[in-house]
């Protein structure tokens, strides 16, 4: 079993930056990958980010040099930076994570982008 915990989201300006974090209840080490997703109203879920155990990263087109996913094996943190937000990256943002042969999401955590 796997608990991620997101926190980070809120309200921001057009141009402005969040940062997300996805706390994992072990270690990221023993994770397959861990990503970020979002859904935004009345859309599919859709992938931003992702983190390999050997630390490869792949980025949706649409968020490619304005966000950047790391991690911190100390915290069992994935982070997800983001800068230069645009009102389309609105949504919930979420975080997964494989282990072994099963899939974990977290509860999700809002981003608003408005001016």
């Known amino acids: 079993q796997v608990q991620l915990v997101e926190s980070g989201g809120g309200l921001v300006q057009p141009g402005g930056s969040l940062r997300l974090s996805c706390e994992a209840s072990r270690s990221i080490f023993s994770l397959n990958a861990v990503g970020w997703y979002r859904q935004a109203p009345g859309k599919e879920r859709e992938l931003v980010a992702r983190?390999?155990?050997?630390?490869?990263?792949n980025y949706a087109d649409s968020v490619k040099g304005r966000f950047t996913i790391s991690r911190d094996n100390v915290e069992n943190t994935v982070y997800l930076q983001m800068n230069s937000l645009k009102p389309e990256d609105t949504g919930v943002y979420y975080c997964?994570?494989?282990?072994?042969?099963?899939?974990?999401w977290g509860q999700g955590t809002q981003v608003t982008v408005s001016s």
């Open positions: 997964r994570a494989t282990y072994g042969l099963s899939t974990y």
């Open positions: 983190i390999t155990y050997g630390g490869n990263t």
